[in-house]
Structure formats: structure tokens, C-alpha cells
């Protein structure tokens, strides 16, 4: 099973948007709503920010928000925050009872 | 408040074993499913495995198909993984992570994570 397709950085200004995008294909990402997205900062565990493609947990900031069309998953971030700066990673399920994360996305906060 | 700490990792040579262990607090631990995920030194995240909450049911990842275990002891709210036949590119931080529920569909969604135990495969 290959890893799904992240940028491998993006960048933003405080206040402003960026999207994350996670490319799959029919057997993950685009064949069932269940992605997630994390957020990892270094040397600290991931955190569940995103699930279910659209769905966020309790205590995630709405600022956070997931999107899915075709084989293509979104993470947005609006009105960037100095600590926002971290590594996301989406991940999908890929049949056969497997899971399948992407290289992960390195997000600087300009 | 859901608490994962995993223990046993350390320095194992080429083709050793190795057990690694997950204490959770917090929560029912039968009533949610398990994993492991890992993350070698400097890459990105891999999901390793998954158990049912019950532990009837067990999934591996092709890379540890054959070599890895997962287990669980519900009486001791305690998760296991059983590495044998390590390689080099075994060598990772190891996280636990709680599933969303008891279900398929939500096994892959990785609610609560442990600090992570490393895992050394060198000679």
C-alpha cells in the first residue's frame, strides 16, 4: 500500500488560510469518508484534528475544517495561528481492514 | 482522562524480539479497539496494527504481516506487540492509539495516542 500524497511543506502569514491536500486513489481515500488529518508537533505525539473527512472532535478549534472530491482530501486552516506551526498527516482507510497515512505536510507560520 | 503509556522499547539486534506494552487508564479499554502506529526517526507516520476491542479480531500492515503480534489484556486494560524477525527499517518510535469505536469503520480514527517507546534494530 503506497502513502498518500502530501506537499511536503506549505506556509502561511498569521491570519491568513492554507489547505493541505492528501491524494489517494479509488481504494482509500476516494472510496470511503474515512479520513482523518493530524497534527503533530515536534517531538510530541500527533493529535486527532479531523475525522471522518469533515467531522471535528470536541476542543478542536473550528479554524480547523476537512474536505473531500474524488481521490483528493483537504485540510484548511483558517486564520493562521503562530501555533499552528506543525506536521499534519492525513490518513484513510484502504480496504482489507488496512490504513494508509500520507508522507505528512510541514506547515511554517511565516 | 484517557491515558496511554507505552513501555519496553530499547536496543534489539537484526532478527531479535522485542514486546512492547500499552497501559490505558481512563476508559473501558474492551469497549474500543487499539493500535499501533509508528514513526521512524525523522519520516512519517505508518499504521503498524489493530485489535478489536474484544481481541477476536487482529490486522497488520503488509511491512509486519508474519513477524508482528498484537494482543491484548482487557483485565490489565493492557495492549501488547510482539515484534520478531526485526530489521533495521523496523527501527521507529512506537505510539499506541485508541480507535474511535468498536467498529470497522472506526478503527482508523486514532482518538487518543501515547507518548511512543523507541525501538532500535542495529548491531
Known amino acids: 500500500q503506497s502513502a498518500l500524497t502530501q506537499p511536503r511543506s506549505v506556509s502561511g502569514s498569521p491570519g491568513q488560510s492554507v489547505t493541505i491536500s492528501c491524494t489517494g486513489t479509488s481504494t482509500d481515500v476516494g472510496g470511503y469518508n474515512y479520513v482523518s488529518w493530524y497534527q503533530q508537533h515536534p517531538g510530541k505525539a500527533p493529535k486527532l484534528i479531523i475525522y471522518d473527512v469533515i467531522k471535528r472532535p470536541s476542543g478542536v478549534p473550528d479554524r480547523f475544517s476537512g474536505s473531500k472530491s474524488g481521490n483528493t482530501a483537504s485540510l484548511t486552516i483558517s486564520g493562521l495561528q503562530a501555533e499552528d506551526e506543525a506536521d499534519y498527516y492525513c490518513?484513510?482507510?484502504?480496504?482489507?481492514?488496512?490504513?494508509?497515512f500520507g508522507g505528512g505536510s510541514q506547515l511554517t507560520v511565516l | 482522562e484517557v491515558q496511554l503509556l507505552e513501555s519496553g522499547g530499547g536496543l534489539v539486534q537484526p532478527g531479535g524480539s522485542l514486546r512492547l506494552s500499552c497501559t490505558a487508564s481512563g476508559f473501558t479499554s474492551s469497549n474500543y479497539a487499539m493500535n499501533w502506529v509508528r514513526q521512524a526517526p525523522g519520516k512519517g507516520l505508518e499504521w503498524v496494527s489493530v485489535?478489536?476491542?474484544?481481541?477476536?479480531?487482529?490486522y497488520y500492515a503488509g511491512t509486519v504481516k508474519g513477524r508482528f503480534t498484537i494482543s491484548r489484556d482487557n483485565s490489565k486494560n493492557t495492549l501488547y506487540l510482539q515484534m520478531n524477525s526485526l530489521r533495521a527499517e523496523d527501527t521507529a518510535v512506537y505510539y499506541c492509539a485508541k480507535s474511535s469505536y468498536d467498529f470497522w469503520s472506526g478503527y482508523y480514527t486514532f482518538n487518543n495516542w501515547g507518548q511512543g517507546t523507541l525501538v532500535t534494530v542495529s548491531s
Open positions: 485489535i478489536s476491542g474484544s481481541g477476536d479480531s487482529t
Open positions: 490518513c484513510s482507510y484502504a480496504g482489507n481492514y488496512t490504513a494508509v
